[in-house]
């Protein structure tokens, strides 16, 4: 009898630990979802998106020669096509400033227009380019920052009609790199084993250990140019001062998942989105501290990529497959 009454105890202690360590495993949801579900005709994975200086028109690419613009702030779109020949390109970035646009590709694709794509004429290339273009970002009349997917960064102040090298050598095949509001950047190797940076003034990347045994899957920079770090099985770190190597504790947020995050994007400083496969989007309202699950997106078959803010009002969560989400801050 006694040994009957300590299983049944025991058992009883089980699913009571059990049932806990579940709930606490899964994150609240988010009391109102403010992410419209955009889809798109389109089985491309969508890389980038720009607006001109107006807000209502813009530009949205990705692989399979995916372009498409819209005029009323991203509510709608129409598919756009370019005449490239017979190449088949992957668009990789899009920027504006003003009414001048510009497009990277792979294959080695550079795009210009200066009408707010009413029309876009293609940039030849150097063959002895390092890498392929992996983004830009318009930075003034005639200038702008085009950086390659070997590290490769290059700036033009005459519209494209020629180009000077900011950094000397390459850092090597990477699978993301990011620019900082004040032109730092950050690229994370391809297998995720280390991570680079180069700030103006250096003339060579500098390569940095990750501090875990975790494979890093993307990084960052926040407004204030300090770092965020994406680690492999769903593990993000932030770093505590504008020094590369200055991170403050793993933050796991959420335990159950079991799919990995892609991107991290905030719109105003202090809230946090964070996207990843299989729809997975989660939020912190206070700088990482705790933690909502977006649940009404959980449905959406795509993985997400890319988040972007406009600004603090006006956002995109690019996805696959025609995937698009947009930021509507009036259902909050």
């Given at each position: 009898m006694n040994l009957l009454l300590n299983?049944?105890?025991?058992?009883?202690?089980?699913?009571?630990?059990?049932?806990?360590?579940?709930?606490?495993?899964?994150?609240?949801?988010?009391?109102?979802?403010?992410?419209?579900?955009?889809?798109?005709?389109?089985?491309?994975?969508?890389?980038?998106?720009?607006?001109?200086?107006?807000?209502?028109?813009?530009?949205?690419?990705?692989?399979?020669?995916?372009?498409?613009?819209?005029?009323?702030?991203?509510?709608?779109?129409?598919?756009?096509?370019?005449?490239l020949g017979e190449a088949k390109v992957n668009f990789t970035g899009v920027s504006f400033f003003g009414d001048e646009g510009w497009i990277t590709g792979a294959p080695?694709?550079?795009?210009?227009?200066?009408?707010?794509?009413?029309?876009?004429?293609?940039?030849?290339?150097?063959?002895?380019?390092?890498?392929?273009?992996?983004?830009?970002?318009?930075?003034?009349?005639?200038?702008?920052?085009?950086?390659?997917?070997?590290?490769?960064?290059?700036?033009?102040?005459?519209?494209?009609?020629?180009?000077?090298?900011?950094?000397?050598?390459?850092?090597?095949?990477?699978?993301?790199?990011?620019?900082?509001?004040?032109?730092?950047?950050?690229?994370?190797?391809?297998?995720?084993?280390?991570?680079?940076?180069?700030?103006?003034?250096?003339q060579e990347w500098t390569p940095h250990q990750r501090n875990s045994s975790r494979r890093l899957q993307t990084m960052g920079f926040f407004d204030d140019d300090t770092l965020w770090m994406i680690a492999r099985g769903g593990q993000v770190q932030f770093s505590q001062s504008e020094n590369f190597e200055d991170w403050g504790e793993p933050i796991t947020p959420e335990y159950s998942t079991s799919w990995g995050f892609l991107d991290l994007a905030s719109p105003d400083g202090e809230q946090m989105w964070l996207a990843g496969g299989s729809g997975n989007l989660i939020l912190s309202p206070d700088n990482g501290d705790s933690w909502v699950k977006d649940t009404a997106i959980a449905s959406v078959p795509s993985n997400l990529y890319k988040i972007v803010f406009i600004n603090e009002n006006k956002g995109f969560i690019l996805g696959e497959r025609g995937v698009l989400l947009k930021y509507n801050t009036q259902t909050t």
């Open positions: 299983r049944a105890k025991s058992l009883l202690v089980f699913i009571v630990v059990t049932f806990f360590c579940i709930s606490c495993s899964y994150l609240p949801s988010i009391s109102e979802n403010p992410w419209q579900t955009i889809n798109l005709d389109t089985e491309a994975i969508f890389a980038d998106i720009a607006f001109t200086n107006d807000g209502n028109h813009g530009w949205l690419v990705g692989t399979k020669s995916a372009l498409f613009e819209t005029t009323d702030g991203g509510d709608t779109w129409q598919e756009k096509t370019i005449d080695a694709i550079l795009l210009h227009t200066t009408d707010a794509g009413k029309s876009w004429e293609r940039v030849l290339l150097s063959e002895k380019l390092p890498g392929v273009p992996y983004g830009i970002i318009a930075l003034g009349n005639n200038t702008a920052e085009m950086v390659t997917n070997l590290g490769a960064i290059y700036k033009t102040t005459d519209g494209a009609k020629s180009w000077k090298g900011l950094v000397e050598g390459a850092v090597g095949v990477a699978r993301s790199v990011r620019r900082s509001p004040e032109g730092k950047y950050v690229a994370v190797s391809t297998r995720g084993n280390f991570y680079s940076t180069w700030q103006p003034g250096d």
